[in-house]
């Protein structure tokens, strides 16, 4: 948590960061929370924040990146949304809805850049291309 109140959280490596460099990417101060009560809740001392889990037990190993799309499908299948929205759902639409969110809510490129971990001003103009601005900015 910063001086301000804000929360973020080292993301170490990532697919934009080949080299491991690693950067601050932002979380609600609630996802902040539930991320700091996690190793305990999981009786993690060391390692790997987010891993595999099978028969309920939490294991050593990480995540494995396709696992983040089949908990996504899981959860909205449960939540009844309909198969063939879950079918096209993956990881990567959170974060192209993260954008056009932002984009919407009035938020400049450059913290949609800086949130996102962009480096590129492209990658988020392609990202936000399809949100319906008018519709949006009608319902304020």
Do not use: C
């Amino acid at each position: 948590m910063t001086s301000r109140g804000v929360a973020q959280i080292l993301i170490r490596r990532s697919k934009n960061d080949p080299y491991g460099n690693g950067r601050l990417g932002y979380v609600s101060n609630g996802t902040f929370a539930l991320l700091r009560g996690w190793p305990d809740a999981a009786k993690i001392d060391r390692g790997f924040i987010f891993r595999r889990v099978r028969s309920g037990k939490i294991g050593e190993k990480p995540l494995h990146p396709y696992s983040v799309n089949r908990v996504l499908k899981d959860v909205a299948s449960r939540a009844g949304i309909p198969a063939e929205i879950v079918k096209e759902l993956s990881g990567h639409s959170m974060r192209v809805g993260a954008a056009q969110d932002m984009i919407a809510s009035g938020m400049g490129a450059l913290p949609i850049m800086r949130a996102g971990g962009w480096r590129t001003m492209n990658v988020v103009a392609r990202y936000v291309e399809n949100t319906d601005l008018a519709a949006i900015m009608g319902n304020r």
